[in-house]
């Protein structure tokens, strides 16, 4: 069980990872149990190392397509 802070409830909730359809071995995709919101962790490609800041910095929209 991991908690998180959710946006949309804004507070610490319960998140759950909905299945990857993308092969990511450390998923940054993210779902509310309270909402539903879906929280992504700043679109990380899966061997990029999570730096502290990385998520708070301007989210990168790019995804690697494969
Ligand atoms: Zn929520
Ligand atoms: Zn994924």
Request: glycine share 10%.
């Amino acid at each position: 069980m991991e908690m998180r802070y959710c946006p949309g409830c804004r507070a610490s909730r319960v998140v759950e990872q909905p299945p990857c359809l993308d092969g990511h071995e450390d998923c940054p995709e993210w779902a509310c149990t309270e909402c539903g919101l879906g929280i992504v962790y700043g679109w990380l490609d899966a061997d990029t190392a999570a730096a502290a800041g990385a998520a708070s910095s301007a989210a990168a929209t790019r995804r690697r397509s494969a």
